[in-house]
């Protein structure tokens, strides 16, 4: 296909800085699609052939050619040649070549929406979650989040319900996918606030929430978005989040050597 020009183009992060980048799913053409499946390795093609609902192939593929693509913006190299190691719990880290730097990422999918974020060195987690006013009900969350959580949660006004069921959810989501435990970390143990953003642990976890940033955004009205990552000076970070349009993707990972 035709590769179209690059109107954005993106420099390497800093050290301290976060880069995260959402794609809404919709803005994908049906020409894209093999396109970002040719961004992927061979595995990964294996794994999005096996996905029986093809929205969620569409945003395994989606998020997995924009993490790859972000990569090669950071160290060039064809998109499919980046080689991943997963943790105890699952949490996929890059192998690491000499002369390469530091990167750590994390991704997330949901409906309609995937999102990447990247930075040097540190521990960081991303969610998105499509917004389900049927799913956001106060049952639920008395059985999951932590008590801190539910009292504000009581506090807040019925049309103001479901952004801040999801402000919390994402958070905690974000918060685990950054330690790496996935179900492993009882979500009753840490409590997150959003205004202002913060979190506090509990003794069990051995973590320090003044070592922690947390990031918020609104990528469509239908779709929350949190960010957590822990740092040894969180103020000093700086953060670099806005959406991508499929293009855009595209042209980075021509530059970057993709064979499109
Ligand atoms: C891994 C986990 C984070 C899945 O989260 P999810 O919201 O279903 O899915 P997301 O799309 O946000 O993230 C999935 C991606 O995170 C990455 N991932 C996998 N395991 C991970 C882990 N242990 N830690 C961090 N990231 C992980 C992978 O890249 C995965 O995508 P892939 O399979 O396409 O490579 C898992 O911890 C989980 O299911 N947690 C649920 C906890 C819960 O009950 N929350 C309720 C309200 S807070």
Redesign the pocket.
Known sequence: MTVPNLLDPIPPISTTAVRVRWLVLESVAAEHWAAFAALLDDAERARAARFHFERDRQA?VA??ALARTLLSVEAPRPTSDWRFV??V????EIVREPGMPPLRF?????HGLVAVAMTHAHDL?????SIDAGRAGLDFAER??APAEIAALRAVPPEAFAETFYA??TL??AC????????SVP?DAFAVSWDPLSVQFSDTLGEDGAHWRLFRATPTPAHALALALRHPEPAAVTLDATGIRPQDILALAAQAGANL
């Not at 719990?89 to 996929?92: F, H, S, T, V």
């Not at 987690?125 to 979650?129: A, C, H, P, Q, T």
């Not at 685990?176 to 179900?183: N, Q, T, Y």
């Open positions: 395994y998020a997995h997963e943790g719990q699952g949490k996929p994390n991704l997330s999918h949901t987690g991303i969610d998105v979650e999951v989040f919390i959810w905690k989501e685990i996918k950054a330690l790496g435990g996935g179900l979500l």
